[in-house]
């Protein structure tokens, strides 16, 4: 059985960074992208990007070029992403999906001082 | 980008009836592989996106038969025949054929 195991909520301050994690099992963690999906409260999805844990090779959507950063181990199955100057605006529920077909249970993080 | 748009915004369904919820592209969806990367998602409250169509008319594994996916090229349509309580939630289109992945706005299912 596929499962995603996300990283639990995180409380941070405005201006610091954050990252979460994504612990794979059930498959070939090298085998599949590992994508990521921001959904701010009561709304829609955003996709952020993908990583292919195999190389590491990311791609990223133009907005989040410069807030979010994709990782991989493979030494763990856990895929990781790091957010960067945390703004009111990062305040969102956060998923990891392996092709948009499996996904984990999200990571709510909040930015508050 | 592909702008994927949704509607309606929300639905009110008796139960037992049938729903369509439409989205469309604006670029087509069609690879030149013959698969149109158009997918359906359904969000019950506080919990992930689950993959309801794929590939524009494919069953997901688990999902009832009462849901079906159809369309073209830019436009495209999931229909819920039967609805149910368990159906209630928020419906997504998103496209896959190329970075950045989009997505609808979304149309919330709700029971009259």
């Known amino acids: 059985e596929v499962l995603l195991q996300q990283s639990g909520a995180e409380l941070v301050r405005p201006g610091s960074s954050v990252k979460i994690s994504c612990k794979a099992s059930?498959?070939?963690?090298?085998?599949?992208?590992m994508h990521w999906v921001k959904q701010r409260p009561e709304q829609g999805l955003v996709w952020i990007g993908r990583?292919?844990?195999?190389?590491?090779?990311?791609v990223y959507a133009e907005k989040f070029k410069s807030k979010a950063t994709l990782t991989a181990d493979k030494s763990s199955n856990t895929a990781y992403m790091q957010l960067s100057s945390l703004t009111s605006e990062d305040t969102a529920t956060y998923f990891c999906?392996?092709?948009?077909?499996?996904w984990g249970q999200g990571t709510l993080v909040t930015v508050s001082s | 980008d592909i702008v994927m748009t949704q509607a309606p915004l929300s639905v009110s369904v008796t139960p037992g009836e049938s729903a369509s919820i439409s989205c469309r592209s604006s670029?087509?969806?069609?690879?030149?592989?013959?698969?149109?990367?158009v997918y359906w998602y359904l969000q019950k409250p506080g919990k992930s996106p689950q993959l309801l169509i794929y590939r524009m008319s494919n069953l997901a594994s688990g999902v009832p038969d009462r849901f079906s996916g159809s369309g073209s090229e830019t436009d495209f349509t999931l229909k819920i025949s039967r609805v149910e309580a368990e159906d209630v939630g928020i419906y997504y289109c998103?496209?896959?054929?190329?970075?950045?992945?989009?997505f609808g706005g979304g149309t919330k299912l709700e029971l009259k």
């Open positions: 999906t392996r092709g948009f077909a499996y």
């Open positions: 670029k087509s969806l069609l690879h030149s592989n013959g698969i149109t990367y």
């Open positions: 059930g498959y070939t963690f090298t085998d599949y992208y």
């Open positions: 998103g496209q896959l054929l190329e970075n950045p992945r989009t």
């Open positions: 990583i292919n844990p195999a190389n590491g090779n990311t």
